[in-house]
Nanobody, 122 residues
């Protein structure tokens, strides 16, 4: 069972920065994909960014140039550096993981964290 624990959410003003972290209780030396999703009240869930075991990253168009996904050297902590935050970035942010021989960065993801709230005020 993989456990994902997010942290780092909070409230900031527009233009500010936050760094989200996700600690994963998983040995990530095999093929995997990790990423961040978000969901705002009344809106559909949106994929924000992903990173796979080859280090390939992908970003939603809405966050390109502002957000950066990365991992620590042990690859068991996932980060999302969020700069230039906008009110429309307000949402619950979830860490996701999928691993195994056929793991991809496409939904559905097998494991989800509990989420961390990000609120951006104008």
């Amino acid at each position: 069972q993989v456990r994902l624990m997010e942290s780092g959410g909070g409230s900031v003003q527009a233009g500010g920065s936050l760094r989200l972290s996700c600690a994963a209780s998983v040995y990530t030396s095999h093929k995997y994909c990790m990423g961040w999703f978000r969901q705002a009240p009344g809106k559909e869930r949106e994929g924000v960014a992903t990173i796979d075991s080859d280090g390939t990253t992908n970003y939603a168009d809405s966050v390109k140039g502002r957000f950066t996904i990365s991992q620590n050297n042990a690859k068991n902590i996932l980060y999302l550096q969020m700069n230039g935050l906008k009110p429309e970035d307000t949402a619950m942010y979830y860490c996701v993981y999928d691993g195994g021989a056929i793991a991809t960065c496409e939904e559905p993801f097998s494991y989800w964290g509990q989420g961390t709230q990000v609120t951006v005020s104008s």
